[in-house]
């Protein structure tokens, strides 16, 4: 069993604050209407206490599940807390998920209620919710929500806070994290109370946070990064956490938080490239970097566009980051520790140190965490204390994906150097064979695919064909581009340029024999990505697969999908 100090449980946490530092800003949640509500640690408390009383009164079993569909705000969080302290088991859901998803994780999980809060798409996701489930709706719930649901302000008003300092003991179910789905039917990660502190205690080991912090919360709180870092980081350290307001106000909501800890997937980290370079092309910028007095002032104001001009730790995760990205950001003087996990060892596996040139790596394991490489798979494996208890309702499943002696197998390929420094080569089930007999790996074809300015994501497939070939989603801006002929051919050039200096660092057999340029968007929405912006390999190949071998027989470079 996990061996954490009590006090740092997290409802203790809460309960420290509240005593510690009522009056001090704990969250800041824009209301949608050009104000922001700013919520202080007593606030938070004796909102959760209310609710805690109010979902106590159900007399459900303790240990139930209920669940919280919205994207992130004050709310959410003080939600979790309130599930916590009424004896019960949270279970966060995708805001963007299908309504057959949200579906299966509400029965799955047995949910006996769900926090209906903030959500881009309601009308799509209600016929997921089983009639007569109980709901509760947030001051920003979509209007069909608050509505037809008890609402929170109503509730905390007419109910009285819980009193005293409920104790859910280290050992204890604290939520079900469900998998964003990469591989097939998301599965219910089981973590406690005990997992969560004791990754706080070495995760601050190696991202320096503290009470004068800042962090914008944007990317889903159902996803064990954000939950883990921010939720958690947030009750650990008392750090004031800002949420973003929506997709169109991010570059805003960036510089009314100016985070001092700041997290992204590589996808937008790219798209952060992307913007700069739209103002300023490559060679421009290269050039007024190499100026002593103008690159210092060229790196401050590119950072304070960013709002990353107070950000002194900056990550990226949830999928590889190009080694080119990391040394490009670099040079703009933001330096991104790559991190390495997954929902089953709360993200807690490894990160570069902070400081230290490790790009194409992601760094050392954590203290506290043994890694390990199958010599027979080339698998990486670990083990630690914050390993989840299993797949909820999955005995089966929980047996396959653990070894005989308890190490995690986490599906990865890697290596790990004479530093301890662990390199991720791809997913043991991703490799390829072509109809020559070779493997190919598509990972690291896809990192330098990916670079290109206008590629939005990639994948490298091909297995039983000749030579591997590589599917392109572009942009939005570069789809509206190519309405002109002339932008379109241009493109087309600069793509086939692209695949030549690819193919010029690539073995024979990996060397792919096409680009096929994809218009329409990869979305949630048509299963072909998860909310967490990964690309589900599964679903491409059943969109593409078909027509495989007439692009790799065609003369061309560049296919155009539509062709």
């Not at 962090?215 to 954000?226: F, G």
Request: charged residues 20%; aromatic residues 8%; hydrophobic residues 40%.
């Amino acid at each position: 069993m996990t061996t954490v100090s009590p006090d740092m449980l997290a409802l203790q946490r809460l309960y420290h604050f509240e005593k510690t530092a009522p009056t001090r800003i704990a969250l800041t949640q824009p209301m949608g209407d050009g104000t922001s509500r700013d919520f202080t640690w007593a606030q938070v408390a004796e909102q959760t206490r209310r609710m805690a009383t109010y979902l106590k009164a159900q007399g459900w079993e303790p240990g139930s599940k209920v669940a919280i569909l919205s994207k992130n705000c004050a709310w959410w969080l003080m939600s979790d807390l309130a599930i916590w302290m009424a004896g019960y088991v949270s279970v966060p859901l995708y805001p963007t998920l299908a309504h057959d998803t949200v579906n299966q994780i509400l029965t799955h999980s047995e949910a006996r209620a769900c926090f209906i809060g903030k959500l881009d798409d309601w009308e799509g996701m209600k016929p997921g919710v089983p009639a007569g489930l109980p709901c509760i709706s947030y001051a920003l719930s979509p209007p069909d929500a608050v509505k037809n649901y008890q609402s929170w302000d109503a509730i905390c008003a007419k109910t009285p806070p819980m009193t005293g300092e409920v104790m859910r003991p280290a050992d204890e179910l604290a939520t079900l994290i469900y998998t964003s789905g990469t591989t097939g039917k998301p599965k219910g990660v089981m973590h406690s109370f005990g997992n969560f502190a004791w990754a706080l205690e070495q995760g601050i080991k190696r991202i320096p946070m503290g009470a004068d912090d800042r962090m914008l919360s944007y990317l889903p709180l159902a996803h064990v990064v954000e939950r883990v870092l921010v939720e958690h980081g947030w009750l650990r350290t008392g750090m004031h956490v800002y949420f973003a307001e929506s997709l169109d106000t991010f570059a805003a909501d960036l510089q009314r938080a100016r985070p001092t800890i700041f997290f992204s997937v590589p996808r937008l980290w790219v798209k952060f490239q992307q913007g700069i370079h739209h103002k300023m092309p490559p060679a421009k910028l290269n050039r007024l970097l190499s100026l002593p007095l103008i690159g210092w002032l060229v790196r401050r104001k590119i950072q304070k566009a960013l709002g990353l001009d107070q950000c002194k730790f900056a990550a990226g995760g949830a999928a590889p980051m190009p080694v080119a990205l990391l040394q490009w950001y670099r040079k703009l003087g933001i330096r991104v520790n790559e991190g390495y996990g997954m929902t089953e060892n709360l993200a807690l596996s490894h990160l570069t140190l902070p400081g230290q040139n490790q790009e194409g790596t992601v760094g050392p394991a954590y203290p506290g965490v043994e890694d390990r490489i199958d010599p027979q798979t080339g698998e990486i494996q670990m083990r630690s204390p914050a390993l989840m208890l299993g797949y909820y309702k999955e005995p089966e499943l929980t047996r396959e994906v653990f070894t005989a002696d308890g190490w995690l197998r986490t599906g990865d390929k890697g290596t790990i150097d004479a530093q301890g420094n662990l390199r991720i080569t791809g997913r043991v089930k991703d490799l390829f064979k072509t109809s020559k007999g070779k493997y190919v790996a598509p990972a690291p074809i896809e990192d330098k695919l990916v670079m290109h300015e206008s590629v939005e994501a990639c994948v490298v497939t091909g297995a039983n064909l000749g030579q591997p070939l590589g599917i392109v989603m572009i942009n939005a801006e570069a789809v509206a581009r190519i309405a002109d002929p002339v932008a379109r051919t241009e493109l087309q050039s600069s793509l086939g340029e692209h695949l030549k200096s690819i193919n010029l660092t690539l073995d024979p057999h990996e060397q792919l024999k096409c680009l096929v340029v994809v218009t329409t968007a990869w979305t949630v929405d048509n299963d072909l990505i998860t909310p967490t912006f990964k690309v589900k390999r599964n679903r491409i190949e059943d969109a593409y697969a078909r027509h495989y071998e007439r692009w790799e027989s065609s003369n061309q470079q560049v296919i155009w999908e539509s062709a």
